[in-house]
Structures are given as structure tokens and as C-alpha cells.
């Protein structure tokens, strides 16, 4: 690390099911938690003006979001969501499994559309990125993993939103991964689990095998985002426990 503390946010994904019973409520959890910020998803499709609202309201900054495109469908209203909730930082939270870029040719016409986006992005003063799964690591085109194509193809403008724990489940060394990416990797996804397998359930950061203190040593981001996409015990606390325990490690800090 630089010496700097980056700050925690949660990927709200992590809380879907119950954000759809009680979206206010379950954001006031997550501010109650010491968050300092939240990672949204599912833009357009959902009322960024209110949600900024909320988030403002609770002093929760949003350093980027997933959006629900495809690298270049309805790219006006998400920059209008990104500036509905204040962020610069837009993220395409993927494009397909891993059948979508098993050849040279998907892998080319996958980045052309991120640099497409990106191209519109950089015109409204807004950054684009590409969150990972484990997918572009365990898929090889020519001997090589879909990760590192995508490191020649797309623009420079284009950040990586590198999930550690999904590269390690596809096979990566993070610490190689992190530490040959430096600056270009803007924001840090942390889960934790067994890593070895995308269907089991994970667990608060922390709590897992994921080697924090390597990682970290490696890392140079503002911004440290929790995302847990399943969990054997129950969600909120998971969440919680999260941002505790990343508090107390020092690794990064919530509100304060």
C-alpha cells in the first residue's frame, strides 16, 4: 500500500433481495455499518435521482457503479444516472460467460463495444471500467487468458475493477495480477470463501482464504468495495462483519 487508507464501500448487489423489500431501510443498515460509500447497480433501470438522494441524505459517497449495459445500450441514461448519483466512475459488470469470449474474434468485438463506451463516457467527463469474473481468467484463446487480450485491446482510458477473489477462483495469482496492473486497477472488489469454486458459498472479508495482507501490500486504490454474491449465514451481518474487519486490520476505513 502507499500509505494511504482507502475507503470501504459495498457493492449493494450483495444485499438485492433485501433491498427489494425495504431499499431505504437496508441503505440506512448499510450506512449504520460504517460504510462510507456504496457501489449501486442496475442503472437505468432503476430511479438514480431518488437513490442519490438517499445516499446523500446518509453521507454515503458512490465512487462508481454497476451498470446495467452491455458496453454500449442505453449509454445516455446511464450517464445521466452516474450523474444522478455522483459518481465519474461507471463499471460494466461484465459481458457474457465464458462462452462469450472463447475465440479471438468475441474477444475482439467485446473490447471494441467497452471502447466504445468508454469513447462516450470520456466525453461527458466520466470514466469507464470493467469489473472481472472468474471467467476471464480460467478461459484461454491462444494460450493465454482472456485478461490479459483484454490488456492489449482495449483503450487506456479503460480501468480494471479487479474482483480478487473471482480471479483467484479462475486461477490468477492476485498479487501478480494487482501488482502488474498498478494504477490502472482504480477500485478493488473484496469477498472472501474457499476460492475454489464460483458456486460455493461465500463468507464476510476476512473469514475466508483470501490473503488479505499480500493483497493489500500490493494494492494502491482509493477505494476498497465489498461485494458478497451469496452467503451461508446471513447476508447483513456478513456485510457488517466486512467493514469491521477491514477497519480493524487497517486495510481500509469506513465513515468515520
Known amino acids: 500500500m502507499s500509505g494511504k487508507v482507502p475507503s470501504i464501500a459495498l457493492q ?4 438485492g433481495a433485501e433491498l427489494e423489500e425495504d431499499f431505504e431501510g437496508v441503505v440506512r443498515e448499510v450506512a449504520a455499518a460504517g460504510y462510507a460509500g456504496v457501489e449501486p447497480f442496475g442503472y437505468p433501470h432503476r430511479d438514480a435521482v431518488a437513490e442519490g438522494q438517499l445516499f446523500r441524505e446518509l453521507g454515503l459517497q458512490v465512487p462508481s457503479f454497476h451498470a446495467a449495459i452491455s458496453a454500449g445500450e442505453d449509454m445516455d441514461k446511464v450517464l445521466e444516472a452516474a450523474r444522478a448519483v455522483g459518481t465519474h466512475r461507471i463499471i460494466v459488470a461484465g459481458i457474457g460467460r465464458g462462452d462469450a469470449w472463447d475465440t479471438q474474434a468475441k474477444i475482439e468485438a467485446n473490447c471494441s463495444l467497452i471502447n466504445e463506451s468508454a469513447a462516450s463516457a470520456a466525453a461527458a467527463g466520466i470514466e469507464l471500467g470493467y469489473h472481472n469474473h472468474w471467467w476471464e481468467f480460467d478461459t484461454l484463446v491462444d494460450g493465454q487468458p482472456v485478461w490479459r487480450h483484454m490488456l492489449h485491446l482495449l483503450d487506456d482510458k479503460v480501468f480494471f475493477q479487479i474482483d480478487t477473489y473471482w480471479a483467484q477462483v479462475g486461477g490468477a495469482d492476485v498479487v501478480s495480477v494487482l501488482s502488474e496492473l498498478g494504477p490502472r486497477n482504480q477500485v478493488l472488489h473484496v469477498k472472501d470463501g474457499p476460492a475454489d469454486d464460483p458456486l460455493a458459498d461465500m463468507a464476510a472479508v476476512g473469514s475466508g482464504v483470501m490473503d488479505w495482507e ?19 449465514t446471513d447476508m447483513l451481518q456478513a456485510v457488517r462483519d466486512s467493514c469491521a474487519w477491514l477497519s480493524a486490520e487497517g486495510y481500509a476505513g469506513g465513515k468515520s
Open 12 to 15: 449493494l448487489y450483495s444485499l
Open 214 to 232: 499480500a493483497i493489500f501490500a500490493v494494492s494502491d486504490v482509493d477505494w476498497v468495495v465489498v461485494e458478497l454474491d451469496r452467503c451461508a
